[in-house]
């Protein structure tokens, strides 16, 4: 009797030992997935910083050529006024 236990115990933790060595393996797998996601997110974030930055820099000029050209539109109105005037 003592002897069956004892072949049951050493497959059972032969079995623990194997279920175990698969989970470490899952989980060293899982990590290195995780670590290659973590490497694309990364990568993403600075593309994406660097895209913003260029909006931002587009965004600043655009904003600057719209208000030069309010400044000629007031000049221009200015000046298309003047002339109405000085002429009647």
Do not use: P, W
């Amino acid at each position: 009797m003592s002897e069956e236990l004892l072949h049951q115990l050493i497959h059972m933790v032969a079995e623990n030992n194997r279920i175990v060595k698969e989970s470490v393996e899952e989980l060293r797998e899982f990590k290195r997935e995780m670590y290659a996601f973590r490497d694309d997110m990364y990568a993403f974030r600075d593309e994406t910083n660097r895209r913003f930055d260029r909006l931002e820099r587009h965004y600043q000029l655009l904003k600057s050529d719209f208000d030069l050209l309010h400044r000629k539109v007031c000049d221009h109105e200015r000046e298309i006024n003047r002339l109405k005037h000085l002429g009647q």
